[in-house]
């Protein structure tokens, strides 16, 4: 398989390679230190699995790999990062990752997660599994209605306050005071964060 890494530490890009190396399953790797970089490098060749920091320098991981997912349908990505705690594994897990490890994880760790998601398959490692479980069942902490969930959904999908007007049957006034709730609620400053939130915290398909 060929695989992208990402990652804004060059130690860890270098260690990264050089372990890849030795399995004898990767016919290539390359690196980036940059989303720039990064984008470049997968324009440059067909990759099967991106390594992608969640913290990936001023960008975070969980907002470009929408991004990446809508350009490169195919390719897998698995989230590598030093963060264990519920709340970034549940974002991770509703923003679409393939696998979630650790940079603690050990070297049979990190080669079952490329073979797993290579087939298919979605891998957390095992200090993140029983975080992973327990995400299935929690709920977001925050309630909204049906309309707003549905005017969400709407939002999401890039219409505007007209077309969800005429949708939904209801007057685009309606329309903004709903958004106003949903920015209060989610705790956003713009509609870009309602998104953004949304997205983490599965509220809406994508």
């Known amino acids: 398989m060929k ?29 980036a230190s940059d989303y720039p970089s990064l984008k470049e490098v997968l324009g440059q060749d067909e990759y ?13 991981g969980r907002e470009i790999i929408l991004e990446i997912k809508k350009k490169y349908p195919e390719i897998k990505v698995i989230a590598l990062t030093s963060y264990s705690d519920m709340a970034t594994i549940k974002s991770a ?4 990752f393939d696998g979630y490890l650790l940079k603690t994880d050990s070297r049979v760790e990190i ?7 290579f087939k298919g398959e979605k891998y957390f490692s095992s200090q993140t599994q029983q975080t992973f479980f327990e995400t299935q069942t929690l709920k977001p902490n925050v309630e909204l209605t049906q309309r707003e969930k549905d005017i969400l959904q709407h939002i999401v999908e890039e ?24 920015m209060l609620k989610l705790e ?10 949304a997205i983490m915290l599965g509220l809406v398909e994508i």
């Open 3 to 31: 695989l992208v890494l990402a990652d804004d530490h060059f130690l860890v890009l270098d260690g990264l390679e050089l372990l890849l190396s030795t399995f004898d399953f990767v016919e290539k790797t390359a690196g």
């Open 48 to 60: 099967d699995v991106l390594l992608l920091d969640i913290h990936f320098g001023k960008f975070d």
């Open 93 to 96: 897990v509703n923003v679409g």
């Open 111 to 117: 080669e079952k997660a490329l073979k797993a998601v």
């Open 159 to 182: 219409k505007t306050t007209k077309e969800i007007a005429e949708h939904l049957f209801i007057s685009e006034k309606t329309v903004e005071t709903h958004r106003g709730n949903l």
């Open 188 to 197: 956003a400053r713009n509609i870009a964060g309602v998104v953004r939130k």
